[in-house]
T-cell receptor, first 117, second 115 residues
């Protein structure tokens, strides 16, 4: 089974509107972390936001928020007030770990977001 | 503030040639990783090193070897390059102990073409 599933290969959003990028995950660990990365056309990987499995509040970082639904094993990224510079590939990732060692990272296949002017 | 540094940034090889991709991090992280990213796809883990002196296979290790030279450096070697290994290679590092809330930090990638 896939550890991270991103079902939207590509999405379009109008500038200044909000957009939700979907991510579901699969783990039997109690302790894990969920991450979103942005990869612009220049190729670098940029860390956006983190959510811990024990965090009760949804994570927020500026215009980014993570809609964490633990029972459904989903960790959707919400980008508010989209900007042209948000056009990029977005990856959801999960790290698992036990005993205080979190070595394993898993990435989804990504969602390509295009922001229209 | 170098973070994760990969060399070279670009490389063209002929089938059968060998080469080593270098990676160094200056954040004192325990764990280091090598990924490949094929066009339009996500990252696939080749090998990782949880700590100095240890290495483990990831999802796609065939055709590659790695060396964790010290805490800072983690190299990836292609012994006999094949066209199927044409890809963008990313090195990453992370703190792996504690709460697990540390993200991976990535290098800028190496674009490798094998003819």
């Amino acid at each position: 089974a896939q550890k991270i599933t991103q079902t939207q290969p590509g999405m379009f959003v109008q500038e200044k509107e909000a957009v939700t990028l979907d991510c579901t995950y699969d783990t039997s660990d109690q302790s894990y972390g969920l991450f979103w990365y942005k990869q612009p056309s220049s190729g670098e990987m940029i860390f956006l936001i983190y959510q811990g499995s024990y965090d009760e509040q949804n994570a927020t970082e500026g215009r980014y928020s993570l809609n964490f639904q633990k029972a459904r094993k989903s960790a959707n990224l919400v980008i508010s007030a989209s900007q042209l510079g948000d056009s990029a590939m977005y990856f959801c990732a999960m790290r698992e770990g036990q005993g205080g060692n979190f070595n394993k990272f898993y990435f989804g296949s990504g969602t390509k977001l295009n922001v229209k002017p | 503030n170098a973070g994760v540094t990969q060399t070279p940034k670009f490389q063209v090889l002929k089938t059968g040639q060998s080469m080593t991709l270098q990676c160094a991090q200056d954040m004192n992280h325990n764990s280091m990783y090598w990924y490949r990213q094929d066009p339009g796809m996500g990252l696939r883990l080749i090998y990782y090193s949880a700590s100095e002196g240890t290495t483990d296979k990831g999802e796609v290790p065939n055709g590659y070897n790695v060396s964790r030279l010290n805490k800072r450096e983690f190299s990836l070697r292609l012994e006999s390059a094949a066209p199927s290994q044409t890809s963008v290679y990313f090195c990453a590092s992370s703190e792996s102990r504690g709460k697990g809330n540390q993200p991976q930090h990535f290098g800028d990638g190496t674009r490798l073409s094998i003819l």
